[in-house]
C-alpha cells in the first residue's frame, strides 16, 4: 500500500497531462451513462478517483456532488476545490452507509483487494443506485496475452488482479450487486517513447532497459494484433477496457416503492386539460423512453405524500401545488395529528421490483417550465389524452390512475 501511494504521489503533478486515456470523451461518456437518468441533485463517489479529473467533468455540466475518495494525498491536492477530497483506503472507506446514488471506480482494483473494495461500494450504494466500473482488461490480446502482462509486470510490479472481462464480472456478480450491462471499448492510444519508459522516474532503469528490448523486437503480426508499434519516438497501442454497469441488488430489498402521481387538472374556457410530460430514462428504461406520464416520484425518508407531491411538481415543472381536489381531512386521536389524504391507486411490477402508485388530483399555481432533464411539461386536452391512452403512450403506472380519474369525472 505504501508503495501505491509513494507511487502515485510521484505521478500526482503530471497526471492529468500523461494520462491521455483518461480524457478519452467516447470513456467518459460510455463510464458515466446511468447518469444521463439521473436528476442533478444525485450523489456521486469516484473510489480511486485520483486527480478528480473524471468527478469535475460532469460536475461542469451538472452541478452534481461529487467526492473522490483515494490514498494518495497529492493525487487529491489536484482535485478541483467543487468536488470533495477524502483520503482514504479503498477497501474501508470510512463514510456511512447508503451514501450515493452513483459510483464509479476506474483503473483502480489492480491495486487492490478486489472482493473488500466491491464489498464496499454495495454497503455505499443506495437501494436502487448504480455503479460502473471501469477496468483495463486482457479481452482484446488473445494471442498476445503473456507478452502485455510480461509489459505491466515491468512497467508496474504493483498491478496485481490483471484479468479478463468474465472474472470481473463474476466478482462483481458474487458481491451481490446485479450486472446490468457489460461491455468492452479499444482505446487506440499513443503516448512520447521516453515519457512512457520512465513514467516520472517510477520505473526502475533494469525495467526500463527490458520494456526497451520488447519493444524493438515487435514483429508485424503483433503489431497487427494489438496495435503495438514504435514510430520514431511515438509509442502506439490498443486498450481494451471492459465497461460493467450494475445496479444494487434491488430483489432482495422487501420493500415496494411508493411512487406519488399527480393528475395536474386545469380549466379554460371551459375546457379541461391535463399535464403530462415525457418520461427521459434513457440508460435504465430505454423501452419507455419519451412516453408521456404524469408528474410523480418516490416518497423520500421522513416525507408525507403531501410533501412528495409538493416537491416532485416543482422540480419536474416549477409549479406550485395549490389545491388537492380529492377529499382530505385531518383529526386529531389520542393527542396525535393524523391526516387523511384519499387517492387513486395502482401497482406495477418491473422485474423483482414493485411499484406502488398513489396518485393525487390536484390544480397549481404558476408557469409550466421544464426543470428536468428536457421532460417537457405540457397542457393535453381530454381528447388528446383519450388518444394518447388508446395508444398505450403512457407510462403503464399512469394507465389505471387516468382511466379512475375517466371514470370520476363521468369523461366519456
Ligand atoms: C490509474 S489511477 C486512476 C485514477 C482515476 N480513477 C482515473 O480514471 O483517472 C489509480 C488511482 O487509484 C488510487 N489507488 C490505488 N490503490 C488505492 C486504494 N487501495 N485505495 C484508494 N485509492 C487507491 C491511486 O492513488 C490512483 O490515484
Known sequence: MKAIKKQFSKRA??????????????????????????????????????TGWLAFEDYKKSG????????????????????KFLCANAENIP???????FIIIRSVLEY??????????????????????????????????????????????????????????????ATGLKVLNSRTYTQKYSIDFTKW?????????????????????????????????????????????AI????????????????VSMIVEKVENKKKYILLQKRKYLFTEPHYYNVWELPQGKIEPNESI??????????????????NLLHNNST??????????????????????????????VNVKGKVKSNIQDNEPQWIGIKDLKRILLEEKIFPLNIPMLERYFEINKLE
Open 332 to 361: 386529531i386521536i389520542n393527542d396525535i395529528q393524523l391526516e387523511r389524504v384519499d387517492v387513486l391507486t395502482s401497482v406495477f411490477s418491473k422485474g423483482s421490483m414493485n411499484y406502488l402508485g398513489l396518485c393525487l388530483l
Open 13 to 50: 503533478s503530471d497526471y492529468n497531462t500523461y494520462t491521455k486515456w483518461m480524457k478519452d470523451k467516447d470513456l467518459l461518456r460510455l463510464c458515466t451513462l446511468p447518469l444521463n437518468d439521473y436528476v442533478d441533485t444525485a450523489k456521486c463517489l469516484d473510489i480511486g478517483g485520483g
Open 112 to 173: 487492490t483487494n478486489v472482493e473488500l473494495v466491491l464489498q464496499e461500494v454495495k454497503r455505499l450504494l443506495k437501494e436502487e443506485g448504480y455503479f460502473v466500473l471501469a477496468q483495463k482488461v486482457m479481452d482484446g490480446y488473445s494471442l498476445d496475452v503473456n507478452l502485455i502482462l510480461e509489459l505491466e509486470r515491468l512497467r508496474n510490479p504493483l498491478k496485481k488482479n490483471l484479468g479478463f472481462m468474465s472474472n470481473l464480472r463474476k466478482k462483481v456478480s
Open 197 to 241: 519508459l520512465s513514467r516520472n522516474n517510477t520505473i526502475s532503469d533494469a525495467n526500463q532497459s527490458a520494456l526497451r528490448k520488447i519493444i524493438d523486437s515487435l514483429d508485424d503480426e503483433v503489431t497487427e494484433r494489438t496495435g503495438l508499434e514504435l514510430i520514431e519516438n511515438t509509442l502506439y497501442s490498443n486498450l481494451t477496457w
Open 64 to 83: 452534481r456532488d461529487w467526492t473522490v475518495v483515494d490514498i494518495s494525498e497529492d493525487m487529491g491536492n489536484i482535485v478541483p476545490k467543487a468536488v
Open 95 to 101: 463514510l456511512p452507509n447508503e451514501s450515493f446514488d
Open 306 to 323: 403531501m410533501d412528495t407531491a409538493k416537491r416532485e411538481l416543482f422540480e419536474e415543472t416549477n409549479l406550485e401545488l395549490s389545491q
Open 244 to 259: 460493467i454497469t450494475c445496479h444494487k441488488n434491488s430483489h432482495i430489498n422487501p420493500n415496494t416503492s411508493v411512487v
